[in-house]
Nanobody
Framework: QVQLVESGGGEVQAGGSLRLSCVASEYTHSDYCMGWFRQAPGKERVGVAAIDNDGNTYYVDSVKGRFTISKDNAKNTLYLQMNSLKPEDTAMYYC?????????????????????WGQGTQVTVSS
């Protein structure tokens, strides 16, 4: 089981930026997909973006053009650069990794019952 630890959350004003990081406890082999998910108060956890080891990415429409997912394999670290933040981006953000899915499948169909998940980092965007 891969341990995932997120950091980088905080409170910013609308229009601001944050970069989230997720450090994995061990190398995630070539079939792993890693992604970011978020859960707002009273709402379900939803996918935001994912990336596979070939660098293929997938984003949900609401963050396209504003968020960028990337990874540094040498550091076993996943990133999410978030620009032009909006109040509706306020949520707990979770990092996750799973063996096998494509980035789109991971974002759209991942379940907390499968794969490895971090404890989350809070992002709050004020208007």
């Amino acid at each position: 089981q891969v341990q995932l630890v997120e950091s980088g959350g905080g409170e910013v004003q609308a229009g601001g930026s944050l970069r989230l990081s997720c450090v994995a406890s061990e190398y995630t082999h070539s079939d792993y997909c890693m992604g970011w998910f978020r859960q707002a108060p009273g709402k379900e956890r939803v996918g935001v973006a994912a990336i596979d080891n070939d660098g293929n990415t997938y984003y949900v429409d609401s963050v396209k053009g504003r968020f960028t997912i990337s990874k540094d394999n040498a550091k076993n670290t996943l990133y999410l650069q978030m620009n032009s933040l909006k109040p509706e981006d306020t949520a707990m953000y979770y990092c996750a990794a799973e063996d096998g899915p494509s980035p789109s499948d991971f974002v759209l169909h991942a379940s907390p019952d499968f794969g490895d998940w971090g404890q989350g980092t809070q992002v709050t965007v004020s208007s």
